[in-house]
């Protein structure tokens, strides 16, 4: 019995199993890199959030809104008459914004942001209203207001100028935050001609308004024309319209065009009785093409590809060339494969992504390829072991690239690298010991 189990522990079988095993105990540091990633990148998430919150965050605009006070006479139990104070609130009947970004990109240590600052005229006209047939109640039309909203009024850099009917008038800010409108800033018109208007009432304001990350827009109007152009290569469209838009090598354009039957925005409601507007929201994120976490958790994934296929060269240099492979010189190839990532990450923080790849893959080949051949003491092995292990991180960039065909190309290549190693070991006596073989 000794003796069967002592020649089992000398078979390629037995090699094979320990190597498994190895295999999957680097697993753990391989997790751990991931963990690193994770870390680094909501650290990254926490500094970005700090330039943001210093400069302003991603704004949303809404409005603007005309809102007309009225009170209405209820009864109470001993007969007595109570005043109610009620809004009617109105949508402009067309409304059109248009905005030009000026990003900037803003560092903290290595961490980037990207803020803009931007120039929106907004314009418009809110259709003749018949003020009798809405209530039965009396309006206060002295206490009329235009009120618009935006999700961080620190982004407001100079005063706004609101012309309604030809009249100008200063925007103010009112300190409370509305469900559908979030922070807002009131216009208080003159509104005693309001009622004997029977033409349509216009208006337009300049808005110079810093932001970050991206701007988005609530379509109150009836109907709504957005157009934004910045000199930004990667824009993201954002919400449940999609734009007609051009992007070329220096900067996007793009236009939206929404008709009251393309959102749930009623054309005119009391109160607080519409719950929110966000689900209508639309607008642009500036988006950041590199992102070098996202590759280097994506690259960290195929960290157990990569361990095994190597372990696999190994291996059948051994088999095919009668070397002797202790498992420790197994483990201290994992342990470098796994440095790779660690290598990766911390140069991509510093450096272009492709660079970085560039560097860390090359300084793991060379230090792979320099024990190999310390190991193999044999030139020609060595030097197939680098051209495979080049050829392994160039299919892993590539992969990294191709992002909506990564997993076909992945699938196809690791097939194809299978049948590869199937071939090469058609013929391999699993079951003969080191005595046979002189393996082991």
Not at 57 to 77: D, F, K
Not at 203 to 219: E, Q
Request: neutral net charge.
């Amino acid at each position: 019995m000794e003796n069967s189990v002592v020649k089992f522990t000398q078979t390629i079988t037995f090699k094979g199993f320990v190597i498994g095993i190895i295999t999957l105990l680097l697993l753990i540091p391989g997790v751990m890199i991931q963990g690193l990633i994770l870390e680094r990148q909501h650290r990254s998430e926490e500094a970005v959030a700090k330039i943001n919150a210093k400069w302003s965050n991603a704004q949303t605009l809404c409005g603007p809104i005309l809102t007309v006070p009225y009170s209405t006479i209820a009864l109470e139990r001993k007969g007595q008459q109570k005043a109610i104070q009620n809004e009617m609130n109105f949508t402009p009947d067309v409304l059109t914004i248009k905005v030009k970004l000026y990003p900037e990109e803003r560092y903290y240590g290595i961490y980037k942001a990207i803020l803009y600052r931007s120039e929106i005229d907004l314009f418009g006209e809110f259709d003749s209203i018949d003020f009798s047939d809405l209530i039965d109640g009396t309006f206060d039309f002295k206490k009329a207001n235009i009120r618009f909203g935006l999700s961080d009024l620190k982004g407001v850099t100079d005063d706004i100028e609101f012309v309604f009917n030809s009249k100008k008038y200063m925007a103010d800010a009112t300190g409370e935050k509305d469900n559908n409108l979030d922070k807002i800033l009131t216009v208080a018109i003159n509104g005693a001609d309001i009622p004997e208007s029977e033409e349509k009432m216009t208006f337009s304001c300049k808005i110079a308004l810093k932001g970050s990350g991206g701007i988005s827009f609530i379509p109150v109007g009836k109907t709504t024309a957005v157009e934004v152009q910045g000199a930004w290569t990667s824009p993201g469209f954002i919400g449940g319209f999609s734009p007609d838009y051009t992007v070329d090598k220096d900067s996007f354009y793009a236009k939206w065009n929404i008709l009251r039957f393309n959102r749930n925005i009623p054309d005119t409601w009391k109160n607080d009785s519409v719950s929110s507007f966000n689900d209508t929201s639309f607008g642009v994120n500036l988006v950041e093409t590199v992102d070098h976490y996202l590759r280097n958790m994506r690259s960290a994934k195929y960290a157990l590809m990569f361990i095994a296929l190597t372990f696999v060269v190994f291996f059948f240099v051994e088999i095919l060339t009668l070397k002797r492979i202790h498992p420790i010189q197994y483990l201290l190839v994992g342990i470098a494969l796994i440095l790779f990532y660690s290598l990766l990450l911390s140069l991509s923080e510093q450096l272009n992504f492709a660079l970085a790849y560039l560097i860390a893959s090359a300084a793991t080949i060379g230090l792979i390829t320099a024990y190999a051949y310390s190991v193999f003491k044999h030139k020609p092995q060595a030097g197939i072991l680098m051209v495979i292990l080049i050829g392994l991180y160039m299919f892993l960039y590539v992969i990294l690239q191709l992002e909506d065909r990564a997993l076909m190309i992945g699938s196809i290549g690791l097939f194809l690298i299978l049948a590869i190693i199937m071939y090469i070991s058609r013929k391999v006596s699993w079951y003969k010991t080191s005595k046979e073989e002189n393996v082991m």
